[in-house]
């Protein structure tokens, strides 16, 4: 079978994580390898990079297309914070624009034929929620030392039921390690699986014939708007990460 009837007839082995080359050995003790999803990371990275260098505006008076289109993404995500956390999140603007944009470039990347999504494995999401977690928890008690365990105890709960809520709580906390980037990684997956399988029918249905093939512009619609609702979900879900980190943030910086 070759290698483009695997890619027809698999709608999963677009997330397969391939090697590209590798280097170490007994001598090192440890192997160095570069795949997939290291690379498009790696690109995502340089495109955020450019995308950066080409929004400078150099003190011009009229600013250019990037410089507008990075203006707005920042001021969108100003707002957020201004409404999620209060003046005191404005600190943390890089950071969740910096999040914002790699997950959004992730996201995009993805829809590129033949190209890989980031964000559709685990270990991207999951990554990326633990480490923000650790990291506001680090925040919380760095801001308000002990008093940052009151988040696990609602204002007014009774002394009876106070055990009960702080493990209730407690779990839900740790919990989030997982919630946030397994919405994520589920919503990637599903939406370029749905995708993948639409065009391999209309891909089967072209080239079965001149019946089919005049049929097949039915589902070629299909394709065409599933791919603009795709585009959208990759918005809506760099925007709901970055909100539900605020919120996390939030909650270490006001404890509420």
Do not use: C
Not at 39 to 44: A, D, K, N, R, S
């Amino acid at each position: 079978m070759s290698t483009l009837q695997i890619i027809v007839n698999n709608p999963l082995e677009q997330f397969e994580i391939k090697e590209f080359f590798y280097f170490g050995g007994p001598l090192i003790g440890m192997k160095f390898s570069l795949t997939n999803i290291g690379l498009y990371l790696i690109i995502v990275t340089f495109l955020i990079l450019a995308m950066s260098y080409l929004s400078l505006n150099n003190n011009k008076v009229v600013p250019s297309r990037w410089a507008l289109v990075q203006e707005s993404l920042f001021g969108s995500i100003l707002n957020m914070i201004n409404s999620t956390i209060g003046t005191k999140g404005q600190a943390y603007l890089p950071f969740l624009y910096t999040i914002f944009l790699y997950v959004l470039l992730s996201n995009l990347i993805g829809l590129v034929p033949y190209s890989f999504t980031p964000s559709s494995h685990f270990v991207f999401g999951i990554g990326f929620s633990v480490a923000i977690l650790i990291g506001v928890t680090i925040l919380g008690f760095q801001t308000h030392a002990l008093k940052f365990f009151g988040l696990f105890v609602p204002a007014g709960t009774p002394l009876g039921l106070v055990p009960v809520l702080v493990m209730i709580e407690t779990i839900s906390y740790l919990a989030r390690a997982l919630s946030l980037g397994l919405r994520l990684t589920a919503n990637m997956i599903g939406g370029h699986v749905l995708l993948k399988i639409f065009s391999t029918f209309t891909w089967k249905a072209v080239i079965g014939g001149p019946v089919l093939a005049l049929i097949s512009i039915i589902p070629f619609t299909f394709i065409i708007a599933f791919t603009g609702l795709e585009l959208a979900i990759a918005f809506i879900q760099a925007y709901v990460f970055t909100m539900l980190t605020a919120s996390y943030l939030n909650d270490a910086i006001n404890l509420h």
